[in-house]
């Protein structure tokens, strides 16, 4: 009975041989879930306090100051409240007797609170680098020229511009216009400075410094009365080489200077010899600008035999040595693989 069922229904499903298929049921597609929007991480702003570094006077404060503020910008917010201290006339410190901050350093890497003090001190009026230094260089090529030419006043009314007998004294006077020429056009055209200005007083003492000497040095040797070195012809030829020579060095080092460091930037790379001969010489020393601004010196000194040209030449040098000794401590303090073999301005003495 059951069997005949079974057929029964089996004979309804099939019609002339083919096989009832039934309906497709739809099967819906798996729903992408959207990713959970990650929490933006609070940002902590900082609040800062400046005081006077002398008096301990709050000065200004900042509120909410982003936390990758640099000292720049913060001495910018500080110009708006106080506008007598301009950006560069300002120095911020940590400490009142500390080292000034760099524009550059981030306020979230100093060692610094949420609410971070810093001390101001006023640098004083300031004046650019290019102002300085083209005053400066300016002064002593007028100057020589001026006792050059025997303007009146300077020497005996018989004397005024007349010339002198002594081919050595021309020599001298195109190698001193050179020598300043060659620097405001480095000035101009090749410095790249890692500080915009100096404080304005400067400008007066290098002036002094500049200008006095050039003056003291061109009276004796226009003098009328000036008597050529003493082994003539022979040692005005060797000085005149140890000049030039010295003159090229020291400008190949201002242009490998320059390229280390590129425009608008404060990069600071370890020097290292080019393909300019003139260049090896960084090889034995951190500052060979002043090796060679020595050496042109000596070259004159030894053209002309003249005096005030030997104490420019030795408190030059001084001065030289100082500056010298001042970066080549930086280097080492700042790159840790710096050449051990570099002495600051003289090969193995100095």
């Known amino acids: 009975m059951d069997t005949l069922a079974l057929e029964a229904t089996g004979s309804k499903k099939a019609v002339n041989g ?3 298929v039934p309906p497709l049921v739809p099967v819906q ?3 992408k879930r959207k990713p959970a929007k990650k929490a933006k991480k609070a940002v902590v702003f900082f ?3 400046i005081l006077d570094a002398k008096t301990k006077d709050k000065l200004c404060f900042l509120d909410k100051v982003e936390p990758n503020a640099t000292i720049g910008e913060i001495k910018s917010m500080f110009h708006k409240s106080h506008p007598q201290w301009y950006p560069a006339r300002q120095s911020i410190r940590l400490d009142p007797k500390g080292k000034s901050l760099k524009d550059e350093d981030v306020l979230q890497h100093l060692p610094v ?3 971070a003090t810093f001390y101001f001190r006023d640098l004083g009026a300031q004046i650019s680098w290019v102002t300085v230094f083209l005053t400066e260089y ?3 090529l007028v100057i020589y020229l001026m006792f050059y030419f025997r303007v009146p006043f300077i020497y005996a009314p018989k004397y005024d511009f007349t010339t002198s007998k002594h081919w050595v ?8 216009s050179f020598h300043y020429v060659k620097r405001l056009l480095e000035t101009l055209f090749v410095h790249r400075f890692s500080h915009g200005t100096m404080p304005l007083r400067n400008i007066f003492k290098n002036c002094t410094y500049y200008w006095g000497f050039a003056a003291w040095m061109a009276y004796y040797i226009n003098h009328p009365l000036y008597t050529p070195p003493i082994y003539g012809e022979q ?3 060797l000085a005149l080489i140890v000049f030039l020579f010295c003159q090229i060095g020291n400008f190949s080092i201002h242009v490998a200077l320059r390229n280390l460091r590129p425009p608008g930037s404060k990069t600071r790379k370890i020097p290292y010899p080019t393909k300019n001969p003139f260049t090896w010489i960084f090889l034995l020393v951190s500052c060979p600008n002043y090796t060679y601004e020595l050496g042109s010196w000596l070259g004159f000194t030894l053209m002309t035999q003249c005096l005030p040209v030997a104490f420019f030449t030795l408190v030059g040098f001084i001065q030289m040595t100082v500056w010298a000794k001042g970066k080549h401590r930086s280097y080492l ?4 693989d710096y050449p051990p073999l570099r002495s600051p301005i003289l090969p193995f003495v100095l």
């Open 18 to 20: 083919a096989v009832a």
């Open 29 to 31: 597609a798996p729903v």
């Open 47 to 49: 609040e800062v306090e």
């Open 113 to 115: 609170g949420t609410t």
């Open 138 to 140: 300016t002064g002593p």
């Open 169 to 176: 004294v021309h020599l001298a006077c195109m190698c001193h």
């Open 235 to 237: 040692q005005i030829r």
């Open 333 to 336: 303090k700042e790159f840790r």
